[in-house]
């Protein structure tokens, strides 16, 4: 070794590239990540780089050899640690570790038992390179040298690392826009900004919630229980239990808005089923009722409807208070004796909901791997519709009973790609393919609702059940206005036209019920759990929910959406504008100024629920406030 003569920085080189490569090895052989293009692959490849060169690069500073390479050391061991961590968390939950599980320790009550499957000698190889790292700066006297390094050196360094990151995550946004703000996917977050930057990310997301959390205490909830108890809507005494006990299917239609119902495409019928629904004896059809989404899209139409509460302005509420207490519909209904389940078949991790799921107490989660996807059974984000409804179909037969499941859809998602066997009808003709192509994917859609419910004949499900579809969120974004304006036949889509089209279909199809009817109440998708759980028998009066009863008589006409627009019967608010709601003309502001008020009221509230993780200073048995006391 003598004569060799080592480069200057040659300990900090290997240092960076053994972790670098090793990294990216690890990525290929110990995680299941879907690689689809070159791009990906790419992204993959530089991801650890950035965090790896910053990390080690604090070694720079260091004027004296030993503690230089004592950090370096420490350094490579420290991120073999999380490297490995992650490695054997994800052969036992497939997922990646986040900061809250960590701290969930009943989340590692099985692991105990499984450690020694989790665990084997080979695993060494995961340190090998700290291994060698460490015999090299023992054998090696160069590196107990002394290094003087200048300061443009440094600087050149670093620029190069913050250099390597940007180029990273500009690649990443455009692979995946808005991967941060909307942070969906822990591994599709590995994927685009690597493990290292992936678990920064995560301490940040988590101190902030867990910062907010600790400054609060139940006095906050004084107030906000107050605001509900004085809004509360009675139930309807007609249907009030009239269906108590039957199993609930809640189905989430994928991207559907309301005006292609009872719409014609080119001279085409785009959803005769649903169309069908909307006369039927057995289906009360709410024309008038909207989504109330924000960035969380899916997730937070989830959240919406299990809590009646609002998903948050930023980012996704599932991803950063999915630790919190919550009271859902599917808690309400477990404590009455259903078994209560999601039926999704995408990745499990996909929005946190192996997470959350947890704490909004739902038994089980069916996710990608309780279905068998064939050849030719997925698309766009993964399982066709119709297969997933049969499959369903046929795992609720399983299911004890009653139960109450949520299904989430998925081939109605953007980009709305169709295999061409699946395709019924043309595309439209306009300058947005997206626009032209999701009137085809909203038909197959159709089509499998409609096959659904021959499916839950054949099992024997159906009569015994209650079948509430709504759509979860717009499909059609404003970036396809002019196509929109063209459909529509109107010459633009104003801030006025833009608040009605987030309306989506709700249907509440109740076999036997003979009471069908379409109902123009004004309402979202925060009153459904409500709603649902009225028609089961289940008193609500202690809960604390935002949304109310549609078949009250109590109800206001009233949506409030999570950007503060809303909707009444008589007036539209949008971009701080009051409409008429029957001519779209700009109309007095005191026409609107009560609703905003309710509507900043509202939406404060449940900021302040979720953000202070109030709900665990509250007994919903009781609806006493469990004042100072941290549950
Ligand atoms: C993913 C699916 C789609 O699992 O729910 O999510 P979205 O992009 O619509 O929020
Ligand atoms: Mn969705």
Request: charged share 20%; net charge negative; proline share 3%.
């Amino acid at each position: 070794m003598k004569s060799f003569k080592w480069p200057k920085h040659s300990i900090l080189a290997f240092a960076v590239l053994a972790t670098w490569i090793k990294t990216v090895i690890v990525y290929h052989t110990s995680f299941d990540m879907k690689i689809e293009n070159g791009m990906q692959l790419f992204i993959l490849c530089i991801n650890p780089l950035s965090f790896v060169l910053f990390a080690y690069g604090i070694s720079l500073f260091f004027k004296k050899a030993k503690s230089r390479n004592r950090y370096i050391l420490i350094v490579s061991l420290l991120l073999s640690i999380v490297l490995y961590g992650n490695v054997a968390f994800y052969r036992f939950y497939n997922d990646f570790i986040t900061l809250p599980v960590l701290f969930q320790t009943s989340n590692f009550g099985d692991l105990g038992t499984s450690a020694a499957a989790i665990v084997n000698v080979s695993d060494i190889l995961f340190f090998a390179d700290v291994i060698l790292l460490f015999v090299l700066l023992k054998l090696v006297p160069k590196f107990k040298e002394e290094i003087t390094i200048r300061k443009e050196v440094r600087s050149v360094y670093f620029v190069l690392s913050v250099a390597i990151l940007l180029l990273n995550l500009g690649l990443a946004e455009t692979e995946r826009p808005q991967l941060l703000t909307r942070s969906f996917d822990r591994e599709l977050l590995v994927k685009n900004i690597g493990m290292y930057n992936y678990h920064l990310y995560d301490l940040y997301i988590q101190s902030k919630s867990s910062a907010q959390r600790a400054l609060a205490d139940g006095s906050e909830l004084v107030e906000v229980n107050n605001y509900i108890r004085a809004n509360q809507a009675e139930p309807n005494v007609e249907m009030f239990g009239k269906y108590a006990g039957r199993n609930v299917i809640l189905v989430s239609l994928e991207s559907l808005q309301n005006f292609v119902i009872n719409n014609e495409m080119n001279g085409q019928e785009i959803t005769p089923f649903l169309n069908s629904l909307t006369k039927d004896k057995d289906t009360y059809y709410f024309n008038n009722f909207y989504h109330q989404t924000g960035l969380g899209k899916t997730s937070d139409s989830e959240f919406i409807v299990e809590n009646s509460l609002f998903g948050l302005g930023r980012g996704a509420v599932f991803f950063t208070h999915g630790g919190n207490t919550y009271n859902s519909m599917a808690e309400s209904l477990g404590d009455n004796g259903y078994f209560t389940s999601v039926m999704h078949p995408n990745n499990k991790s996909f929005w946190n909901r192996d997470m959350i799921y947890q704490s909004l107490s739902i038994d089980k989660f069916y996710d990608v791997d309780s279905y068998n996807v064939g050849e030719g059974e997925a698309v766009n984000w993964g399982m066709k519709d119709i297969p997933f409804f049969e499959q369903s179909a046929q795992l609720m037969s399983e299911m004890p009973q009653p139960f109450y499941t949520r299904m989430i859809t998925l081939t109605n998602h953007y980009p709305f790609y169709l295999d061409p066997e699946d395709i019924m009808i043309d595309e439209y003709t306009s300058n947005s393919g997206t626009l032209n192509r999701y009137f085809q994917t909203v038909r197959y859609m159709d089509e499998a609702v409609k096959l659904f419910f021959e499916d839950l004949k054949e099992q024997g499900l159906y009569e015994n059940s209650i079948i509430v579809m709504y759509g979860d969120h717009y499909g059609i974004s404003e970036n396809h206005n002019k196509a929109m304006a063209m459909y529509l036949e109107k010459d633009e889509i104003t801030p006025y036209d833009n608040a009605l089209l987030q309306s989506v279909p709700l249907f509440i199809h109740i076999p036997g019920s003979n009471d069908g009817q379409v109902v123009d109440e004004v309402g979202g998708q925060i009153d459904i759990r409500p709603t649902i759980l009225h028609l089961l028998g289940i008193d609500t009066s202690k809960d604390m929910q935002l949304g109310s009863d549609l078949f009250s008589e109590d109800h206001e006409n009233l949506v409030i959406f999570r950007d503060g627009r809303f909707i009444t019967d008589k007036v539209v608010y949008a971009s701080e504008v009051c409409y008429d709601r029957a001519t779209g003309e700009e109309t007095d502001i005191n026409a609107c100024k009560p609703y905003i008020e309710n509507a900043t009221a509202e939406l404060d509230y449940s900021d302040a629920i979720i953000n202070g993780d109030l709900l665990r200073f509250y007994d919903d048995k009781t609806g006493n406030l469990i004042q100072g006391s941290v549950k």
